[in-house]
């Protein structure tokens, strides 16, 4: 049991030794390090998102905000078969949801690539919004306007998926070891 302790404190002295001479990471000791791995699909998925947000946002919400009736029935998928002024309380609320959106992926993509301590936290309110945001669509969509079918299986599903998105990368920014090297002081 001494030569156990012993050994351990042996290995604890030659890491401080080690760190002391800025040595450069060695995953063997420390574990895996830097934006690579899981890590690199979920700065891929975010670029992704806010470009994808963006085309939305300008293509779609937008010019049905701006737009009289029978631009908007034509030029967008979602509102195709009806418009009713009611529809405007939910193109505000996407609007202003992916206006935001847009504005904090990019804030946390800066924070990601400079490896700050904040990101996990950053992410997991990210994901936890979004799903969020997506209860808040259904939620108008039901209750403020008689609501196109296709439009609320397209929420239904936005719901599934962001809560499957939240199953899997809350967990993993709150217990992966790579994501406490990567982004620890």
């Known amino acids: 049991m001494q030569e156990l302790v012993k050994e351990q ?6 890491e401080n030794e080690r760190a002391e001479m800025k040595m450069e990471w060695d995953d063997e000791i420390h574990g895996p ?3 690579l ?4 699909v979920a700065f891929i998925g975010m670029v992704f998102s806010m470009f994808f947000v963006a085309m939305q946002l300008f293509t779609k919400t937008i010019p049905a905000l701006s737009s009289d009736s029978e631009v908007v029935r ?3 998928r979602s509102f195709r078969e009806i418009y009713d002024s009611e529809w405007t309380t939910i193109l505000i609320f996407d609007a202003v949801f992916y206006g935001a959106l847009i504005i904090y992926t990019g804030y946390v993509l800066f924070e990601f690539l400079r490896e700050k301590p904040i990101v996990p936290r950053l ?3 990210l994901y936890s919004v979004n799903l969020l945001a997506a209860i ?3 939620y108008l969509l039901l209750t403020t306007v008689d609501a196109v079918s296709e439009e609320l299986k397209a929420s239904y599903w936005s ?14 920014f709150k217990l992966s070891v790579r994501v406490d090297n990567t982004f620890s002081k």
């Open 9 to 14: 404190v042996g290995q604890e002295e030659v």
């Open 33 to 35: 390090r830097g934006i």
């Open 37 to 40: 791995g899981w890590l690199l």
């Open 74 to 76: 034509f030029e967008t």
């Open 123 to 125: 992410m997991i309110i």
């Open 136 to 138: 808040i669509r259904t």
């Open 159 to 172: 719901i599934a998926i962001a809560a499957g998105i939240c199953l899997v990368w809350i967990p993993y």
